[in-house]
């Protein structure tokens, strides 16, 4: 989206056509309303840029079907031009004439036909540049199907136009709508325009439509409806003055028969702009972030580098992006419907006078007639960035343009550094609403996704701190690594031939996050519908589950990238092999169960006062946690909520998801002790609200006690080719898998789920006991400076065999010392001084596993934290050479 510069910021409303409360589509669904139709085929206009365009920025749906549009807007349009006084010469018009066709055909290769054309539409920026407004209105309204007024301007409609006469689905006269205009209808428009410019008045305005639409048929026996036209205005001795190449012009935008006029397309290479059109060079959309070219190609430096360096107090707030611009006059206050009534453009009325009509036994009618409110004001308001401007009236211009390498801090130097420095300790939904704080952070994101995939490190690191709402999509696709010309593989998969999926998918698509405007829009439905085709059919090992989680994990990649199918379906296929590697497998149970019996450790783990409850009652993860996990929690929370847990879940490897989950039944924690199995079943059905900040805190914690190979998993995904994330290392908890991880005689090794569902307690591999423990090859321990998690080693060999070689500063718990032959408990082990260890991670290290995960579930079921096993037992460590023996005593 290109820059704001000297345009404004405008917003006009309307209305949509209301449809009837008690009428259900063919599907047995209430019928989507028609502001929700719009506001789904709006999103596409919002990519449309050309120089000749006016930005489309934002839709708002209001009360009572009422829409609010925001656009780039310009003061100055064509009237200006359309007085005797102001009339242009014959180089200006065709100037305004080669601009508005170059504008109408950008328009026409993306599929759009303006049909509101008109001189308060043409709008003129202050270098005198034409920038066409209003050219998605006929798109958006489907071609005018959903709302109850015209569209367009009868003075400016094309013959053809007037002749269909007006329509509406509800009329039941009309059995069949009329055909949409094509493109040459805005050329007829044009050459009304192009005519009052040259006779310096008016057309048209003063006659009804009847007698318009007789005029203009009557139009269609001339043979020089120029002419007529001049004659008809009295303006005919200042057309013939007007030089040939206009008046053929002129000739050639108002044939009466639309198949002998021209497209703007053909109209754009007619000799009559042969003078002009070497003046223009052609628009060249800009690359996107992930394709396969030079997206630098079109950076030149000045002649004269010192220019970048001069101060010549630029308002650096215009240099930003419309989007942008308008993003922060909402975070600074500003109100769409408060700056509408402020023009009284909306205005209220009392209830009496919104009664519907009544009509009595005689068949009086009495009550209000139509209310013209509810047609189209053509009024576009502009929205006063004063506010906005003195809110960031002391960010330093350094703000602007920050230093990507710089070591000290992210947040420039100004007048508020300490308030801002200040805003990285708050609370995320107050950072994200502090319109300081979200201009530094977007201008830093936009210049690091610039930089992508170069500067992939610094994305990461930023995203710790957090991810600006307005940049999201693109910060997850940096996130996920996507790279590559994603468009053409997406544009490469049959997303039309039917499979048998088909059916599956459309029963889901209207089940999924149809709370949200966006996705429960026709347009929603159709880009799901695509979007997770495409997955099925790259995909054919896998299947499309039967709990609707890939229509729930796709929406907030679509959300995001709405008018970005491509990098959806990128996102979704990056981001299921890392967190969902083969849980979409036809036969998948034994992915599933080995997940649930790590979460279940998990929960043992971190809270075994909980674990043990929630095994008693009999209420275990495959109650409630199957839907949890299949779709990383997007089918529990709402989209907003799943954003922000999400920023976090990117960065973490495919282990965190549990720590998420434990986070949540900590929430519940007092709830779920307190009640049996059928309380928790009914508290799981309907889920309590869950503070996602507070998840996210103490997910993160958890995460760092929780021992890298604590949470390894057969079925996770292969370790990636050596470099591939290398990037995600630098960070405390935010590192790679375990799996990732090269595999030595120290590593764990794998375990039939079987035996994993028998053991309460997680196994840790030797290489994360001598990590956590700070031991070095050679024996020596170092000082623990890393602030890693406190830890204790509990040996439960015989006292004999602990003294032949053990863990330094390891404790001795023998086995036989507390269970009896028969496995029976004789002492307890806090009994043995573990007790003041309560709190760390204890690691049990036996010779023999089953006696060590016999001693950890006593652990757990005395409620002590975070107990683990050694994997192997002491025969890993014994080659290592880190065993110790105690001195002899003197």
């Known amino acids: 989206m290109r820059s704001l510069k000297d345009a404004q910021l405008g917003a006009f409303t309307f209305f949509a056509s209301a449809l009837p409360h008690d009428v259900c589509g063919s599907n047995g669904l209430p019928l989507t309303p028609n502001s929700i139709k719009i506001l789904g085929r ?16 934002d839709i708002s749906r209001g009360k009572h079907e009422r829409l609010i549009v925001v656009a780039e807007h310009y003061e100055n349009c064509l009237s200006i031009f359309q007085k005797p006084e102001n009339a242009p010469s014959a180089e200006k018009v065709l100037q305004i004439a080669y601009e508005v066709l170059e504008g109408l055909e950008f328009m026409n290769k993306n599929g759009l036909v303006h049909r509101a054309l008109g001189p308060n539409n043409v709008l003129m920026d202050c270098k005198g540049n034409v920038k066409l407004a209003k050219f998605g209105l006929y798109h958006m309204t489907d071609h005018g199907a959903d709302v109850d007024f015209p569209i367009g301007y009868p003075s400016y409609l094309a013959p053809e136009v007037i002749a269909q006469g007006s329509f509406h689905p509800s009329d039941p006269s009309r059995d069949e709508a009329p055909l949409p205009s094509g493109p040459k209808s805005d050329v007829w428009s044009l050459g009304i325009l192009l005519f009052e410019l040259c006779a310096g008045r008016r057309l048209l305005q003063n006659i009804d439509i009847s007698e318009r639409l007789k005029f203009i048929l009557t139009l269609g026996c001339m043979d020089d409806i120029v002419t007529v036209l001049a004659e008809e205005h009295g303006c005919l001795d200042t057309i013939k003055e007007l ?73 650096y707030l215009s240099e930003r992006a419309i989007d942008e611009v308008y993003h922060l006059w909402c975070l600074a206050g500003g109100d769409l419907e408060k700056e509408l009534t402020n023009q009284e453009i909306i205005q209220s009325k009392p209830p009496i006078s919104t009664l519907p009509n009544f009509v009595l036994e005689d068949g009086e009618t009495f009550g209000q007639g139509r209310d013209r409110s509810f047609l189209l004001d053509d009024t576009t308001v502009t929205l006063s960035l004063c506010q906005l401007r003195n809110r960031l009236k002391d ?43 979200q201009l530094i952070r977007i201008i830093l994101f936009d210049r690091l996704l610039k930089a992508y995939p170069y500067k992939k490190t610094l994305v990461w690191k930023e995203a710790r701190v957090d991810i600006p709402p307005l940049v999201r999509g693109l910060a997850w696709a940096g996130l996920l690594g996507i790279e590559g010309d994603i468009q053409a593989k ?38 799901f519908r695509r979007v997770l085709k495409a997955w099925v059919v790259s995909h054919p090992d896998l299947v499309y589950w039967w709990w609707s989680c890939l229509d729930s994990l796709c929406a907030p990649f679509l959300y995001l990238n709405f008018n970005n199918e491509a990098l959806a379906y990128a996102c979704m296929s990056a981001f299921i092999p890392k967190y969902l590697y083969n849980f979409f497998l036809k036969d998948n149970s034994h992915v599933i169960q080995e997940y649930l019996t790590v979460f279940s450790q998990m929960i043992a783990f971190h809270d075994p006062e909980l674990s043990n409850h929630l095994n ?52 519940l924690r007092d709830r779920l002790l307190a009640n049996g199995f059928n309380e928790c079943i009914l508290l799981f059905s309907d889920l309590p609200e869950i503070d996602i900040e507070r998840c996210v805190r103490e997910s993160i914690s958890l995460f760092c006690w929780t021992p890298k190979s604590a949470t390894y998993r057969q079925h996770a995904q292969p370790p990636k080719v050596a470099g591939d994330n290398g990037f995600a290392k630098t960070s405390t908890y935010y590192s790679s898998d375990y799996q990732d991880m090269p ?92 007790q003041s260890y309560r709190g760390r991670v204890i690691v049990v290290i036996s010779h023999n596993m089953k006696s060590a995960a016999m001693f950890a579930a006593h652990l757990v079921k005395m409620s002590f934290p975070r107990v683990c096993n050694l994997d192997g037992g002491i025969n890993k460590l014994k080659p290592t050479g880190l065993l110790t023996v105690p001195s002899p005593q003197i």
């Not at 544009?491 to 405007?517: F, S």
């Open 42 to 57: 709006f999103q596409i206009l919002k990519t449309i840029t050309h120089p000749r365009l006016c930005q489309y920025v």
């Open 243 to 315: 030089p040939d190449s206009v008046l053929e012009l002129l000739r050639k935008c108002l044939t009466f028969l639309p198949s002998k006029r021209p497209t703007p397309a053909e109209l754009l290479q007619d000799p009559v702009f042969n003078s002009i059109s070497c003046h223009y060079t052609p628009f060249q959309k800009p690359v996107s972030l992930f394709s396969s070219s030079l997206r630098c190609a079109h950076l030149v430096l000045p002649d004269d580098i010192s220019d970048l360096c001069k101060d010549n107090d630029e308002d």
């Open 395 to 437: 960010v330093a211009r350094e703000a602007y343009y920050p230093l990507l390498e710089d070591e000290q801090s992210s947040l420039p130097q100004s007048n508020s550094s300490n308030e801002l420095s200040a805003a990285v300790t708050l609370p995320l939904i107050i950072r994200e609403r502090d319109t300081e704080y």
């Open 490 to 527: 997406y544009e490469g998969i049959d997303k039309d031939t039917p499979i048998p999926t088909d059916r599956q998918i459309e029963v889901d698509i209207p089940r999924c996050h149809q709370y949200d405007e966006l996705l429960s829009s026709p347009q929603g439905h159709i880009k």
């Open 616 to 667: 008693e009652i009999g209420f275990i993860p495959d109650l409630y946690a199957i839907p949890w996990f299949l779709t990383m929690f997007t089918h529990v929370f709402p989209l907003h909520k799943i954003f922000h847990l999400w920023d976090t879940l990117l960065l973490g490897n495919s282990s965190f998801p549990f720590c998420i989950g434990v986070a949540i039944l900590q929430q």
């Open 743 to 834: 595999k030595t005689d120290l590593s764990r090794e794998p375990l039939s789920l079987v035996d994993l569902k028998a053991e309460v307690s997680p196994r840790i591999s030797a290489e994360d006991l001598i990590d956590l423990c700070e031991l070095s090859l050679s024996g020596s321990s170092k000082r623990n400076k890393t602030g890693k998690p406190k830890i204790v080693a509990v040996d439960i060999r015989t006292a004999e065999d602990f003294n032949r070689g053990h863990i330094s500063g390891s404790i001795n718990i023998p086995f036989n010392t507390t269970f009896g032959p028969e496995n029976e408990v004789v002492q307890c082990p806090a009994a043995g001084g573990l």
